[in-house]
């Protein structure tokens, strides 16, 4: 009897599902981006129902992020002021998120759909996280960095109601799109802060979002439980390593990578997206390049106007 209740908890999948949560959890830890970004399509990929992968990633995630925000808590790193005007708008729509699902249909359909929509929010969240690396490298990252944030508590709480939306439908956005609206509401926090400030809203934001699809869709341990069991180190790992790693070594390779996963979930041929990112491997690091140089004789130029200026 031993064998089949194993089996029925841990699946077959097990080792592939503990690697992927693990290594999944340690980017969330690191750069502060929604794991279901990452996890949901890994999930589908690997042949997990997209109606399964949502509801339990988003069981794992309540799991998993509050490891991360437990430790950016006591590092005092996130904006208490801001979360609790992201959790007033985010968790009222995070509860929709299992019913608007179950109006989507049942069975092929329903999938089918839900595939759509994810594909969907993937290529919004990687245009989001790229605008978030252009904004990282012009500065606007803890720009004025020690100025007073003024809150501004409609658009906040309007940005936590697309994002528990979202979230709520397709477990994608908590770190990647909120994360980005972040940074151009308040462009004096520290990029440490933001992430701070964002693992620890995500928690009610998801554990509301995993109770809507757990009444839904039920849940499958075969899949929640490595899910638990490799992103929860591996979500502490990278959190404690947040001081020391620079991510931004990460965040080109996964815009690349929700692209092409998004351009996958809306049936893109294979051929196509395969050509893409080829080409996306090649050229984004010239395309970088080029910018990056460019943000710096603009600003070498600027500096040295303003020294002629003070001379």
Sequence with gaps: MTGPVLTDLFGGQFPELLTVAFLVGIVVGLTGMGGGALMTPALIFLGVPPTTAVANDLVAAAVNKSVGAGVHWRTGSPDLRLVKFLVIGSVPTALMGGWIVGLLGEDEAQQSALKLIIGITLLIAAISYGTRIYLDMTGHIGRRLGAETVIRPLPTIAVGAFGGLLVGITSVGSGSLIMVALVLLYPTLSARKLVGTDLVQAVPLVLAAAISHVIAQGIDWSVLIPLIIGGTPGT????????????????????????????????????????????????????????????????????????????
Aim: charge should be positive.
């Design 236 to 311: 502490y790992l990278g959190a404690k390593l947040a001081r020391r790693v620079a991510p931004s070594v990460l965040r080109g390779g996964i815009v690349i990578v929700l692209s092409l996963t998004g351009l996958t979930m809306l049936k893109v041929p294979p051929v196509v997206v395969g050509i893409l990112g080829c080409a996306a491997v090649i050229l984004c690091p010239l395309v970088w390049a080029l910018l990056k140089q460019r943000h710096e004789r603009r600003a070498r130029s600027a500096l040295e106007t303003e020294h002629s200026y003070t001379i």
